[in-house]
């Protein structure tokens, strides 16, 4: 699909999902998360348990959107562009109008992130590949370039909660959720059953290996085991401080290097 007729299908999908907000009656729930964080699947829970009042966006701050296809994908500071439907729905009608709505926010190991991403590119020239910008720093930068400009606020002034990998915030008129990818799926069901007021239960789709990039996968894996400075230099970023213990940090960086 191509042109006029991509095009096309982006205002069409727009408008149906404009349509389907504006229907919701109470508080809509969104999914908003940067690429390659799990957002996915905790989107397809959601809409499975409460049907239409979900919906899933990347981007929530204008400047780093773009109609359609992202073009260039960087912004000139470097920050990723989304070209989803969902991230201008939700700014017109949520964000921007302010309407109280909950948000679900995930996080995930930088590294995976990385690794993840890579793996839908393709491969570029360096020796870090792919613990390179816009991968490396895509989570800190959606926190700081995304969240805090569109909604006023930010993690890194709230203790977060490791043991529980969840953390809820009121933040009128809107309530956030911040979840760990890495929570076990009981646990991720019963902090969403409790945020949204619904049983929820987990599906798992939306993998690199699932969408036939294994390859490409497992060659960002194999290249980031070569890059032992690169991972240490990752984990002294205020992301890794404030989302995981030493402790986490230390048998991250030992599964990295396959030392465990």
Same mark, same amino acid.
């Given at each position: &699909?191509?042109?006029?007729?991509?095009?096309?299908?982006?205002?069409?999908?727009?408008? &149906?999902? +404009?349509?389907?907000?504006?229907?919701?009656?109470?508080?809509?729930?969104?999914?908003?998360?940067?690429?390659?964080?799990?957002?996915?699947?905790?989107? +397809?829970?959601?809409? &499975?348990?409460?049907?239409?009042?979900?919906?899933?966006?990347?981007?929530?701050?204008?400047?780093?959107?773009?109609?359609?296809?992202?073009?260039?994908?960087?912004?000139?500071?470097?920050?990723?562009?989304?070209? &989803?439907?969902?991230?201008?729905?939700?700014?017109?009608?949520?964000?921007?109008?302010?309407?109280?709505?909950?948000?679900?926010?995930?996080?995930?190991?930088?590294?995976?992130?990385?690794?993840?991403?890579?793996?839908?590119?393709?491969?570029?020239?360096?020796?870090? @590949?792919?613990?390179?910008?816009?991968?490396?720093?895509?989570?800190?930068?959606?926190?700081?370039?995304?969240?805090?400009?569109?909604?006023? @606020?930010?993690?890194?002034?709230?203790?977060?909660?490791?043991?529980?990998?969840?953390?809820?915030?009121?933040?009128?008129? @809107? +309530?956030?959720?911040?979840?760990?990818?890495?929570?076990?799926?009981?646990?991720?069901?019963?902090?969403?059953?409790?945020?949204?007021?619904?049983?929820?239960?987990?599906?798992?789709?939306?993998?690199?290996?699932?969408?036939?990039?294994?390859?490409?996968?497992?060659?960002?894996?194999?290249?980031?085991?070569?890059?032992?400075?690169?991972?240490? +230099?990752?984990?002294?970023?205020?992301?890794?401080?404030?989302?995981?213990?030493?402790?986490?940090?230390?048998?991250?960086?030992?599964? @990295?290097?396959?030392?465990?």
């Amino acid at each position: &699909m191509h042109g006029p007729i991509k095009q096309a299908s982006f205002f069409l999908k727009y408008a &149906m999902l +404009r349509a389907r907000l504006a229907a919701v009656r109470g508080e809509p729930v969104v999914v908003a998360s940067t690429h390659r964080t799990a957002s996915t699947a905790v989107y +397809r829970s959601l809409r &499975m348990a409460i049907g239409s009042r979900v919906f899933k966006c990347h981007r929530l701050h204008e400047p780093l959107m773009s109609w359609n296809t992202p073009n260039p994908r960087l912004t000139s500071e470097g920050f990723l562009r989304s070209g &989803m439907p969902g991230d201008w729905v939700v700014l017109h009608g949520i964000t921007r109008p302010k309407r109280p709505a909950r948000f679900v926010f995930m996080v995930r190991d930088p590294i995976a992130v990385a690794a993840s991403m890579a793996a839908l590119g393709r491969p570029e020239e360096g020796q870090a @590949w792919p613990m390179v910008p816009p991968y490396s720093k895509s989570m800190t930068d959606w926190f700081d370039a995304d969240v805090l400009p569109a909604l006023g @606020w930010s993690p890194w002034n709230v203790p977060f909660d490791a043991s529980r990998k969840a953390m809820l915030i009121d933040h009128e008129p @809107w +309530r956030f959720l911040v979840l760990r990818a890495d929570l076990d799926d009981d646990s991720k069901e019963r902090e969403l059953s409790a945020f949204v007021g619904a049983t929820v239960r987990m599906v798992r789709i939306n993998s690199s290996e699932q969408r036939g990039r294994s390859a490409r996968h497992a060659r960002a894996r194999d290249r980031i085991r070569s890059l032992p400075d690169e991972i240490d +230099r990752i984990h002294r970023s205020r992301l890794c401080s404030h989302f995981f213990t030493p402790d986490e940090l230390a048998a991250q960086r030992s599964r @990295w290097l396959g030392q465990s």
